[in-house]
């Protein structure tokens, strides 16, 4: 079983940083791609960035310049880090972290994280 457990959303005035994080367990042979996506009320969920297993990444254009994210594969675990700045209220959603993976099966699959609150008001 694969398990994303993303912490550091929160509340933050127009402007403001935060920086969000994921962390892939168990059992998997490797990841393809790691990245997070939003979803605000009445609103489909979007992606908002990507990074390839080989460090390529995709930005929505709404954050490119604003957001940056980034990954550590360190010490056996996949971690995956959202730097947001500049942030504006259009920003506010709940984030959800994303892993495209190959499973012990062989079979490529996505997992998704349960999700976390960002809200960006004054």
């Known amino acids: 079983q694969v398990q994303l457990v993303e912490s550091g959303g929160g509340l933050v005035q127009p402007g403001g940083s935060l920086r969000l994080s994921c962390a892939a367990s168990?059992?998997?042979?490797?990841?393809?791609?790691m990245g997070w996506y939003r979803q605000a009320p009445g609103n489909e969920r979007e992606v908002v960035a990507r990074?390839?297993?080989?460090?390529?990444?995709?930005?929505a254009d709404s954050v490119r310049g604003r957001f940056t994210i980034s990954r550590d594969n360190a010490k056996n675990t996949d971690t995956v880090y959202l730097q947001m700045s500049g942030l504006k209220p259009e920003d506010t959603a709940v984030y959800y972290c994303?892993?495209?993976?190959?499973?012990?099966?062989?079979?490529?699959?996505?997992?998704w994280g349960l999700g976390t609150q960002v809200t960006v008001s004054s």
């Open positions: 990074m390839t297993a080989r460090g390529n990444t995709d930005y």
């Open positions: 994303n892993a495209n993976l190959v499973d012990q099966l062989g079979l490529i699959r996505d997992y």
């Open positions: 168990g059992r998997y042979v490797s990841i393809n791609t």
